[in-house]
Every structure is written in C-alpha cells, then in structure tokens.
C-alpha cells in the first residue's frame, strides 16, 4: 500500500513538472497564484508597518491608559473577584503574583513567557503589566480561546477564497485560450491538405489578438489552397497538352526505316519517348489521386491472384527474348483470403511500382526480393515488399513517398526514376483508407501497405 501511495505520488509529480514545463494555462494559473501570494504578503508586510507605525504613535498610548484603568479596577490588594468579573465581560486573560496572592483566571491555557520572565522580549509588552502599592503584579493578556476560534475560521475561509479564486482564474484562462486549440487543429487540418473549413474566429466583429491571428492564418491557409490548385492545374495542363506531340513524335518515329544507321538512333528515341508518356501518365494518375474526391472503381479482387500476376509480367518483362534472366521474386501468400473490394488497376500500379522499386534497387544482392501478403484483425490485409539492397539513410526515410524525391543523385532511369513511384503507392494506398510506411531492414529497404477492410 506505502509503495502503491509513493507510486501515485511519484506520477503526480511527474504529471505536475510536465504540465508547468509545457502548458501554457498551467503555467499562467501559477504565475496568477504566485502574482496573487505575493501581493498579499506585500500587502500584510505594508499593513503590519503602518499599524506598528501607527501603534507606537496612537494605539499604544490609548492602551496603556486602558490598562492603567484596568488596574485600578481590580484594586489593591487584588482582588480575584474583579479580575474574575473583568474576563467574563472582556477577552482577557489576567495573572496575578505576588507576596500574599498568585492566581490565574485561566489556568488551563498554556502561560507565555513574557507573562513571568522579568528578562522577556522587551519594553514592547512592558505596559501590560502594573505593579500595585502592595508589592503584586498584575499581568493583562487576550485569553488564548477567544484568539484562537475566530482567526481558525478566517483562515479556513481565506483558504476556500484562494483556492475558489484559482479555480475561477484556470477556468477564464481555460476559455481565454480556447482560440488555441482551434487554431492548432486548423493548423494541422491545412498541413493535412484539408482547406475546406476555416478556423473559426471568435468576436469577428472585433476580434482579439487570438481571434487576429486565427484570421491571418485562414488567410494564409487561403493562399496556400490557391497556389497548390494552380500548381495542380499547370500540372494536369502540361500533361493534356504533351500527350498529343508525344504521340505523333512515337509515330513518327516508329515510321523511321529500320536501316543499320538509324536503328540505334531509332530505339533510343522510341525508349526516351516512352519514358516521356509514363512520366506524363504518372502525373495525370498522381494528381487525380491527390484529389479530395478520388474515385476508386472498386471491384471484388483476389489479391494473391493479382500479386502472382504482377511478379509474371515483371519476370517476363526483365527477361531476355528467350526467356533467360528472368529475376527471380519469393512470393509469400496465404492459401485462402477471402476476396476484397480494391480498385484493381489502382492495386496492379502499387504492386507493379513496388516489386519494380525493389528489383531496381537489388542489384548484386544476397538474396532476391520478397512480397508478402498476410491477413490482419478486422479483415485487413498487409501487403509487405522487402529488397536486401543497400538500404537508405535513416534521415532520408520520412522523405520517401514525397513526389519527385529520390535518396540518389543519378537522373537516369537506372538510378531510381523520377521519384514518383512510391509518392503513387503511398495515394493508391491512402485512397483505399489504408497507410504506406518505409523502413530500413538491414539489410535493404522493407514497404508496408496496410488495407483496412472495407465497409460501404
């Protein structure tokens, strides 16, 4: 159980020092408590002052004529029963000593020492004292009861006043802030690419500084959209416009007599012109991908089925004309998977883009590439693709997928393309509702494609 309490604590603090250290509302509720702590102990140190200034000047004189009054009252010799009589009707505590009497009206109450120490703290409490014609000491005090009822309740209620002043100072902190967190969640809706709903602003008529900078920040939000539709815009432009000269350069081309002289000439116009026509069909296929509103044509597809024959085409494709160097690829798929609602165009892309990617880059390798398909909770399914390659550095990672990037500096189609392979595994993936993710696997470069299963 002690260890359970010190584990609770432990994790308070924990949570207590992080949220000082990185909340913004915590950190102005204690600068308030703090701002509030010490102004009221600069407040009592400044009352104690004048009053001990104002004390010495006027209280004190008036008090000790009081007590001269008192005194008297109670007569010389002393007399118990006029003390007696003056407690019961006033907050005192009163002692008397002496040669004949020592009597206390309230013996039950601890004694403080400059009530009987004639070397106490100093002339300060000296006036509550007298000594009668007789040779006694009469000694005044407040009666320690009556002192100690009244400042516990204060205390008590003073207490409930702070800490219901602190709740009330986080709660309109609290709401002060609230911008914040519009303004977060906006802010990472247009990192996401989603420009459709505006950070809502608050006051708009006459906004505050939070209510300003959610303004701006739509915005620029605003301007962003407009220059990401027209670089969209020139790039579907640019693309309908080439395929047209594209075309008639392959025809022409292709119309080239096949002589000795030509024919080297020849092939590598015809390869130059084919890369052309995928490059232009990837940037068509990636920007209506890219689009919030991808249409996916969804038909009942058998996976395994359509990996194996991915993998055929490809061998067939790396192969030489008589069917020699083929590149080998291990295949791990499940015996029985149950048929699933994917775009199979869209998916023979993924699977194509990924398995070329991989034989590209595992040259020389120790082993040949792998694709694996594994059924997951829920109806999903994880298509797995690994090369045993060189791998890429660690700090390149979270760049690939990005459009036009690739970790080498070659411009060749050896060397690695033009960087829109995985950008347009990574929007087949997502428009399916599933995730693409890349990793080091050491050796080579291992992509993980997660389908969910699909409900309508």
Sequence with gaps: ???????????????????????????????????????????????????????????????????????????SPPSTERALALTERLPLSIRISGPQLNWRSHPQEPERDWMYDDHGPGDEYKFFQRTTADGHRVQFGISVEAWNQKPRFIGWVTLATLLLLTWVAYKW????????????????????????????????????????????????????????????????????????????????????????????????????????????TDLLESERLASPHAALHREVVDLPALVCDVVCELQSAHAQPDGSDAPHIDTALPAALPPLPLDPTRMRLLVRNLLDNALRHNNHASAPPRIEVLPLADGAVQLTVR????????????????????????????????GLGLYLCRLVAQAHGGSLAVRNARPGLEIVVVLPAYRA
């Design 173 to 280: 902190v609290r709401r002060m802030l609230r911008p914040l967190d519009d303004i977060r969640a906006g802010a990472l809706r247009f990192g996401a690419g989603n420009f459709a709903q505006n950070i809502p602003v608050r006051h708009a008529h006459r906004p505050d500084e939070l209510g300003e900078l959610a303004a701006t920040i739509n915005t620029m939000g605003a301007d962003i959209h407009q220059m990401l539709e027209a670089k969209r815009t020139l790039l579907l432009a640019i693309s309908h416009e080439l395929r047209s000269p594209l075309t008639r350069a392959r025809l022409n081309t292709e119309l080239l007599p096949e002589t000795t002289e030509l024919q080297p000439n020849r092939e590598a116009l015809l390869r130059d012109l084919a890369l052309m026509r995928d490059l232009v």
């Design 387 to 418: 090369d045993f390659g060189p791998g890429v550095a660690e700090d390149q990672l979270p760049n690939l997928g990005q459009p036009f990037f690739r970790p080498d500096a070659a411009r060749t189609r050896e060397g690695g393309g033009v």
């Design 1 to 75: 159980m002690k260890f359970r309490s010190l584990k609770f604590c432990v994790m308070a603090h924990r949570r207590a020092k992080h949220a000082l250290g990185h909340s913004l509302r915590v950190k102005l509720v204690a600068l308030f408590v703090v701002l509030a702590l010490t102004m009221a102990a600069a407040f009592t140190f400044g009352m104690q002052a004048a009053i001990g200034a104002s004390w010495r000047a006027v209280a004190k004189p008036l008090l000790t004529d009081y007590v001269d009054r008192l005194a008297a009252d109670i007569g």
